[in-house]
């Protein structure tokens, strides 16, 4: 079963060292006290709520994203909670947090919306000696308003894509994960 997740994190300059300043980029900051929240999906029979926020604080010790080698990207977990599924009754509809590739056949026709997304994917480290970049895939944008044929069982929407050489020249077997995680919402009534 899904559940969702919140965790909470706070970043601040004494995370990392009190002169990071001088490795930045010219016109680059980085904001240096806030914290935030991070709400995720997580599949409860192979990952628990504590087991998450042990992997996200190692990637909070060492730094996370392309500055992280130079010391930025550095935070901390100060609380991971389960919450409620949002109720499931009353949805016509379900909007996505992120971007993804929509069921091609599991949506109602003319009840669903969402705004084109190009993904320009690209391989990461050595993984391939040639080229690098991935094919272009097109996926709905987060905020799409999808109407599934059936209510979506796991807190989540859209298919997986790719393998059989369709997303890279270089590595036949890439793959894209075209889901996203939805929240319910209702949409009848509403003239759109």
Not at 78 to 104: G, I
């Amino acid at each position: 079963m899904c559940k969702w997740c919140v965790s909470s994190f706070y970043r601040s300059k004494n995370a990392i060292s009190a002169d990071f300043t001088v490795f930045q980029s010219f016109g680059q900051s980085e904001q240096t006290d806030y914290e935030f929240d991070l709400v995720t999906l997580i599949d409860t029979a192979r990952v628990s709520a504590e087991e998450l926020a042990l992997w996200l604080s190692d990637v909070g010790q060492t730094g996370y994203g392309r500055d992280a080698s130079i010391g930025l990207g550095k935070f901390k977990v100060v609380e991971a909670r389960e919450v409620a599924n949002p109720p499931q009754d009353v949805a016509s509809s379900y909007v996505t947090l992120a971007p993804c590739f929509p069921p091609p056949a599991g949506l109602k026709e003319g009840a669903s919306f969402w705004r084109p997304f190009t993904r320009f994917g690209r391989h990461g480290g050595g993984a391939v000696a040639g080229p690098v970049f991935k094919r272009p895939i097109m996926l709905a944008d987060t905020g799409a308003a999808l109407a599934p044929v059936q209510k979506p069982a796991g807190g989540w929407l859209g298919v997986g894509i790719g393998g059989s050489g369709q997303l890279s020249a270089a590595i036949s077997g890439a793959v894209h994960q075209g889901y996203a995680p939805v929240l319910p919402i209702d949409l009848r009534g509403w003239d759109v």
